[in-house]
């Protein structure tokens, strides 16, 4: 699983989302959950459009394209500061996320809380072979070796 937060400023979102996908693309079925503070507000998630007014529509639309490249899914609808979806959760396995609601945060914007259905995998070690060779039957064993 791949858990990532984000607080995009005037850092370079092209080079995280990079990151993203280069730990990513060796193993395709690894769960990703992508979440934070994308200050990119001019988004219709509804419809992965960009409001045609934006000053910030490159950045609007690149970060569309490379979540579609990544194959995430953007889950967060409601707005989180100012009627606007600054805050996104991004996932590529929507199945498994059961609720997605917003509430009143600690700074100027609302905290995205999601309920997730995520269970850990256990892998089971195979049991070791541990000889005790004081026990062994040793005068059979040479009989054995010998025939």
């Not at 995430?72 to 600054?86: A, D, N």
């Amino acid at each position: 699983m791949q858990v990532a937060s984000i607080i995009r400023r005037f850092g370079d979102l092209n080079k995280f989302l990079q990151y993203i996908k280069q730990k990513t693309q060796n193993n395709p079925n690894r769960t990703v959950f992508l979440g934070g503070d994308f200050n990119l507000g001019d988004i219709d998630w509804e419809n992965e459009s960009v409001d045609p007014s934006s000053t910030k529509k490159s950045a609007c639309d690149r970060l569309i394209q490379h979540l579609r490249d990544l194959h995430l899914s953007q889950l967060q609808k409601e707005p989180t500061r100012e009627r606007r979806v600054l805050d996104l959760l991004c996932t590529n396995k929507p199945s498994l996320v059961k609720l997605i609601t917003t509430i009143r945060g600690i700074s100027d914007h609302d905290a995205i809380i999601a309920d997730s259905d995520i269970r850990p995998v256990h892998n089971k070690k195979k049991p070791r072979n541990i000889h005790i060779f004081s026990k062994a039957n040793w005068t059979n064993m040479k009989s054995v070796i010998i025939t």
